[in-house]
């Protein structure tokens, strides 16, 4: 199933599932597919007796049989880790995230993009983790309650360490970037996504140009994800840290 996340080149998943923690997840895309993807019986997405993971099949669940996917992909890719889950929702065992780290570091040609919403975690658990030099460590912040967050994510020793402003909800005005690598800003997409304003954009792209951190701009969202376009002021920005390696892979979903 193809991916739709342009900033990257395949997803995988070794955990699903996950809960509400801001605003940010009010209207969860991830959600969304789970369903459907409960509906086309895809395993990972089944119930399994367990009452939590019933229903859409969204409660957190760990696949240590995907942890060796990535060991088959010779050319290097771009991988989004969990865009189904959340790697530091309580609900993921320490051990399990160091065996995603050992996969990480056993197949250095890709580069791996964590996101997390629960950026505390991530921090108070950094120093028992051995972090590979292959990952980029990214946080959402979609909304002035979650500014928090990037100081969480400055704890962190990941190789690159980046922004998803996405659902972006409001304007983030003064953001300190320092230790930040890379943003990406976005709408929200789905019947009902709530708007986003030009300016919002422009002011974070503005604080990112003085402070010289790369501009990802995704989409405007709206029903559908592709319905408004990406253009900002006539342009695209698809910026991204300077030791992006080129990708050589059609884009996939796993």
């Not at 993971?53 to 696949?63: A, E, L, M, Y």
């Not at 890719?77 to 996969?103: A, E, G, Q, T, Y």
Request: neutral net charge.
């Amino acid at each position: 199933m193809a991916t739709q996340i342009e900033w990257t080149d395949v997803t995988w998943n070794p955990v699903t599932g996950c809960d509400r923690v801001a605003a940010g997840c009010d209207n969860c895309y991830a959600l969304a597919l789970a369903r459907r993807l409960k509906a086309m019986g895809v395993e990972k997405y089944q119930a399994d007796g367990n009452p939590v993971t019933s229903g859409p099949g969204f409660g957190v669940t760990i696949h240590p049989s995907a942890l060796s996917v990535p060991l088959k992909w010779k050319k290097p890719r771009m991988v989004f880790v969990n865009s189904m889950s959340d790697l530091f929702h309580p609900k993921v065992p320490i051990s399990f995230v160091r065996d995603i780290f050992d996969v990480i570091r056993e197949t250095p040609q890709h580069t791996y993009q964590i996101l997390t919403k629960r950026a505390h975690r991530m921090a108070r658990v950094s120093d028992r983790l051995d972090w590979p030099n292959n990952v980029w460590m990214g946080t959402s912040v979609e909304d002035a309650a979650s500014l928090n967050r990037i100081d969480e994510l400055r704890e962190v020793p990941a190789t690159i360490r980046f922004l998803s402003c996405e659902p972006l909800l409001e304007a983030l005005p003064r953001m300190n970037l320092e230790g930040i690598g890379w943003v990406i800003v976005g709408g929200e997409s789905g019947p009902n996504s709530r708007p986003i304003e030009e300016q919002w954009v422009i002011d974070i792209r503005d604080q990112l140009i003085d402070q010289n951190v790369p501009f990802f701009f995704k989409q405007w969202g709206g029903r559908t994800p592709k319905q408004n376009g990406r253009l900002l002021n006539g342009r695209t920005w698809s910026q991204y840290p300077t030791d992006f390696p080129e990708s050589q892979e059609e884009p996939l979903c796993l």
